[in-house]
């Protein structure tokens, strides 16, 4: 792993994108911001490049030479978790599925908008400083126990009826927010706000996705969906 940068250090951004032009455009809008940009034209070259720099979020296409994206964010996952947004020229749910299953934290179909990339590159750095925070105080955090549900935010672990689940990053925050109120129904945009640190309601299928993601590793019954409100974490046996 590479050695951490000091702490006033500029974020570095990695854009894995085998389209020059698409490639070019984010890193000089991400450059503008005063974020360190590289680029990698392939998957063995992103992978590499990941390792390299240890960057604070990926840009990661799904569709690339040598290894496709969702690969590329499994090899990038498995070295160190970071935060990943995938790219991909199809809107098609399965497809964003899988993504989130090998790490990604979110998803933009082609073509995007610049400035919500940006948005959304800047509430995922934002995510990453306030988990660095909570890191440094959840020591003196009990575990939260909900029904059968054990959440070690010291150690960001979750265990249910005392087998352990492997979340992501995303996944387990999402998972703390419900949990901290259980019964208690959150809208899609509290959601966004708390846990992606969005301020508009443009990323409510994000939530939706990382909601059925959650389903799938910790069971059908814990997370009750309320239509066209939110959704409410539904303990067993409490």
Known sequence: MA???????????????????IATAVAH???AEGWRVEIAGDGPSGVAAASRLDPDVVVLDVMLPGLDGLEVCRRIQRERPVPVIMLTARDDETDMLVGLGVGADDYMTKPFSMRELVARTKALLRRVERSAQLAESAPTEPALEVGD??????????????????????????????????????????????????VDASGTRTVDSHVKALRRKLGPDLIRTVHGVGYAFEPVGV
């Open 149 to 198: 549900v054990v959440i070690d935010r010291a150690q960001r672990r979750v265990s249910r009826a005392g087998a352990v689940v492997h979340l992501t990053p995303t996944e387990f925050d999402l998972l703390v927010t419900l949990a901290q109120t259980p019964r208690t129904v959150l809208t899609r945009e509290r959601l966004l706000a708390e846990v992606w640190d969005w």
């Open 29 to 31: 809008r991400m450059t």
């Open 3 to 21: 050695p951490s940068r000091p702490e006033q250090a500029a974020p570095v951004i990695l854009v894995v994108e085998d389209e020059p032009a």
